[in-house]
Every structure is written in structure tokens, then in C-alpha cells.
């Protein structure tokens, strides 16, 4: 069953939410503490845990502490997830950089580039030429990396990608990628959200 990207950011977002409960002592959540945490209905935080078999009951609600160790087991994060940087220009090492991916576990561990002067395979977090990524990506375990290469070049990096053991692309190149059957891609145009968003404050001065 492959579960849609709305259920899956509620289900981060409840799990983000219990998060910030059990820092606070609280032991039992209910769907209704959700609900209104998140902004959705009572009945659709059931609806999105029994989904996963994640049961409580009306006056008990759900334990806290047993819930997020499911979720984190059905998110991925009960263990450390390792990415990849593919294109280690400037945005490529701003990512490499970002001081959030540990606080939600994540971790950048390995950056590509096929250019000479960006090669620093000794630095803590290692550049290496794209030659070694298939090799690299099997040795590690690798499932997930993230595409930051010119468009020209996309779409090649990207069918090598899929002939390893990755598993999920996040696509920061300016043109839309295509995934396949088991490798599922998430492009992300920035200049098109800063279109759009110009568009709606321009809509929004209009109506006013």
C-alpha cells in the first residue's frame, strides 16, 4: 500500500505534536488533542491511525510514549537516515551544510560532483567524483538522495540513480523529473513557488 503525501504530513505533523507533549509530562494523548493541534476533525486522526493499526480507546485515548515509537517506527524514525548530495554547487553545499537535518534525523553523508576543483574526499562530510556514487550507494546502504545539478544534466544523473539501490529523489533541478515503480521522485521548482506566490499577494491586493 503506498500511502498518499497527505497522510503522510498529518502524520508528521501528530507526531511533531507529541513530541512537544511528552516534553511536557503529558502520558496520554486523545484524538481530540490532535484534532485540534493540527486543525482536521477527531475522526480523521482515527481514521489516519487505524491505517496502521495504531488503536486507542474513547476514555484512555492512546499512550503517548507507545505511540510515537510507532510512528517513528512507520516514518522511518527510529534510526539515523542517511542522503546523498548529488551536485555540490552552491546550493548543493548549503544543504550539505544545514545545521536542521540532525534534529530530525537526518544525515547528509556523502556529496557527487563531477567537477575537479569541488572534489574534497577528505572533508568531514566527503565530495566525491560521480564515478563512485553506484559504488558508494551500494557499500552504504544508501536510499534517498537529493538531485541539485543543472538541468542539462538531470535527467542522466537521474537514470543512473535508479539503476542503484536509491529509492527516493528530492529534485531541486529547474525541470520536472519522472520516477518509476520503485524509485519515487519530489521535485521542488523554487523560482515556480516564488511565482506563485507573487501571483497570490498580487490577487490578494486586487481584492483588497
Same mark, same amino acid.
Given at each position: 500500500?503506498?500511502?498518499?503525501?497527505?497522510?503522510?504530513?498529518?502524520?508528521?505533523?501528530?507526531?511533531?505534536?507529541?513530541?512537544?507533549?511528552?516534553?511536557?509530562?503529558?502520558?496520554?494523548?486523545?484524538?481530540?488533542?490532535?484534532?485540534?493541534?493540527?486543525?482536521?476533525?477527531?475522526?480523521?486522526?482515527?481514521?489516519?491511525?487505524?491505517?496502521?493499526?495504531?488503536?486507542?480507546?474513547?476514555?484512555?485515548?492512546?499512550? !503517548?510514549? =507507545?505511540?510515537?515509537?510507532?510512528?517513528?517506527? *512507520? $516514518?522511518?524514525?527510529?534510526? @539515523?537516515?542517511? %542522503?546523498?548530495? +548529488?551536485?555540490?554547487?552552491?546550493?548543493?553545499?548549503?544543504?550539505?551544510?544545514?545545521?536542521?537535518?540532525?534534529?530530525?534525523?537526518?544525515?547528509?553523508?556523502?556529496?557527487?560532483?563531477?567537477?575537479?576543483?569541488?572534489?574534497?574526499?577528505?572533508?568531514?562530510?566527503?565530495?566525491?567524483?560521480?564515478?563512485?556514487?553506484?559504488?558508494?550507494?551500494?557499500?552504504?546502504?544508501?536510499?534517498?538522495?537529493? !538531485?541539485? =545539478?543543472?538541468?542539462?544534466?538531470?535527467?542522466? *544523473? $537521474?537514470?543512473?540513480?535508479? @539503476?542503484?539501490? %536509491?529509492?527516493? +529523489?528530492?529534485?531541486?533541478?529547474?525541470?520536472?523529473?519522472?520516477?518509476?515503480?520503485?524509485?519515487?521522485?519530489?521535485?521542488?521548482?523554487?523560482?515556480?513557488?516564488?511565482?506563485?506566490?507573487?501571483?497570490?499577494?498580487?490577487?490578494?491586493?486586487?481584492?483588497?
Amino acid at each position: 500500500m503506498r500511502t498518499n503525501e497527505e497522510v503522510i504530513n498529518r502524520l508528521l505533523k501528530y507526531r511533531n505534536v507529541m513530541q512537544k507533549m511528552k516534553g511536557l509530562g503529558f502520558v496520554r494523548v486523545f484524538s481530540d488533542n490532535l484534532a485540534d493541534a493540527v486543525g482536521v476533525s477527531p475522526s480523521l486522526v482515527r481514521k489516519d491511525f487505524s491505517m496502521f493499526d495504531l488503536t486507542g480507546n474513547k476514555r484512555g485515548g492512546y499512550q !503517548l510514549e =507507545v505511540l510515537l515509537k510507532k510512528l517513528n517506527v *512507520i $516514518l522511518g524514525k527510529d534510526k @539515523k537516515q542517511k %542522503i546523498i548530495i +548529488v551536485g555540490c554547487g552552491k546550493m548543493g553545499r548549503a544543504l550539505m551544510n544545514y545545521n536542521g537535518f540532525p534534529r530530525v534525523g537526518i544525515r547528509v553523508v556523502a556529496g557527487f560532483d563531477s567537477e575537479p576543483a569541488l572534489l574534497a574526499p577528505d572533508a568531514p562530510i566527503p565530495i566525491l567524483h560521480v564515478s563512485k556514487m553506484k559504488e558508494y550507494i551500494a557499500k552504504n546502504g544508501i536510499k534517498l538522495a537529493v !538531485l541539485t =545539478v543543472p538541468e542539462p544534466s538531470a535527467q542522466s *544523473i $537521474l537514470d543512473s540513480l535508479m @539503476k542503484t539501490e %536509491i529509492r527516493g +529523489v528530492v529534485n531541486f533541478a529547474p525541470i520536472p523529473l519522472r520516477g518509476s515503480d520503485t524509485c519515487l521522485i519530489h521535485n521542488i521548482n523554487i523560482e515556480q513557488e516564488f511565482e506563485k506566490l507573487f501571483y497570490q499577494i498580487q490577487f490578494a491586493d486586487r481584492e483588497e
